[in-house]
């Protein structure tokens, strides 16, 4: 994922991937995560009130010759979104990518995917995010990708900040009704 999968629109928060800024810790997720090796390695950048991302396909992420897996689709949606809600909640305290405190990490809570189109596998994909609730630890995020500036799918998901159970090392969170 190169920035310049976004030519032609300005990148704010100094131009910085959020998935750049978040701790060592959270930064393995297939989808997203800079540390993970095997992974796509997402990156979100702010344009405007909006977020964007870019990502090419390539021939292993086919569905039927010459369209993308939905499961693909789904997985820059989730991780695109996740990015959009950690960076509202950055910003709702007053932070800006480049500061020093660290970003916080969304996880997954609900994710909805409506494929409006088959997604032909060729142009580089691009999905546009913005958070439309931000509450106290719960963000809903709609998105929209394109295909060539086709609009193939849209998702609405809600991501929630990872509880501490959730951090690498942290003992297992107790099991539902104890
Ligand atoms: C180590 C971390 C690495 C992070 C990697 C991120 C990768 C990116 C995307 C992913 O693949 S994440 C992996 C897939 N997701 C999960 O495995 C999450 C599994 N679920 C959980 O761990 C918990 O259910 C969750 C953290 C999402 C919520 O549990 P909590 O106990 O922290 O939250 P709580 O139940 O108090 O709910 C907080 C708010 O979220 C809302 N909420 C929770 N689950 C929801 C749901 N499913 N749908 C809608 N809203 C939901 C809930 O109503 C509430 O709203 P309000 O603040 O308005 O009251």
């Known amino acids: ?13 100094h131009g910085i991937a959020v998935q750049d800024r978040y701790p060592d810790d ?28 870019a990502f090419r396909p390539r021939p292993e992420h086919t569905a039927i010759p010459g369209f993308v897996y939905g499961g693909l689709i789904a997985s820059l949606i989730d ?19 480049g500061d020093p405190e660290p970003v916080p990490r969304c996880v997954t809570a609900s994710l909805q995917v409506d494929y409006r189109r088959p997604t032909p596998l060729g142009p580089e994909l691009v999905v546009r995010g913005r958070a439309v609730e931000v509450g106290a630890r719960k963000v809903v995020v709609e998105s929209e990708l394109y295909a060539g ?11 929630v900040l990872a509880p501490p159970s959730m951090t690498p090392g942290a003992p297992p969170a107790p099991a539902p009704g104890t």
């Not at 994922?1 to 928060?13: C, Y």
């Not at 991780?79 to 809600?85: E, F, R």
């Open 79 to 97: 991780c695109h979104g996740t990015a959009t809600a950690s960076l509202a909640l950055y910003h709702r305290d007053g932070h800006r990518l």
């Open 26 to 53: 959270f930064a393995w997720c297939y989808g997203c995560g800079r540390l993970n090796p095997a992974g796509l390695h997402l990156k979100t950048y702010r344009d405007g009130e909006e977020t964007v991302t």
């Open 149 to 159: 500036g086709t609009l193939c799918a849209r998702g609405r998901m809600v991501a």
């Open 1 to 13: 994922m190169a920035k310049e999968g976004t030519a032609g629109v300005a990148q704010g928060d």
